[in-house]
């Protein structure tokens, strides 16, 4: 069944909604500068063999394809800031990343400065052009 026009600015806010407590508070909590290429490093080494994410080069096959997964999100205004929360937050409790059968994501994946190293990276290049460099 389409949605029509009239419904779907609705269900953006509700997402966008649902999604802005869990950016905020992963924000609230980091106080240090990150590290962008020991980000991507982790991610191509710890996530990469599950989700897509162009910039960095990854093909993952068994998690969301997060340029895919972020892209309305930053279209109707996420932004970075949200989209870190988000990540951080999956990165801390990966048993709230899916929905049936949740936990697929494994536990412990990253922790601290790494996690945070990590959602920063991709808050920094989702659903972006291009391929990086390093």
Do not use: W
């Not at 980091?30 to 897509?52: L, P, R, T």
């Amino acid at each position: 069944m389409q949605r029509s026009a009239r419904t779907r600015p609705v269900a953006r806010v509700l997402t966008l909604t649902a999604l802005a407590p869990l950016g905020l508070s992963a924000c609230a909590v980091k106080g240090q500068e990150s590290d962008q290429i020991a980000g991507k490093q982790a991610f191509v080494q710890k996530c990469g063999s599950c989700h897509v994410l162009n910039r960095a080069g990854t093909k993952g096959v068994a998690g969301p394809n997060l340029d895919e997964a972020f892209r309305q999100g930053l279209d109707d205004g996420l932004g970075s800031d949200g989209v870190r929360g988000v990540v951080r937050k999956q990165i801390a409790y990966p048993s709230m990343a899916g929905v049936k059968g949740s936990g697929l994501m494994p536990a412990d994946l990253a922790k601290g400065d790494e996690a945070d190293d990590i959602a920063d990276y991709v808050a920094s290049v989702v659903a972006k052009p291009g391929k990086d460099t390093g």
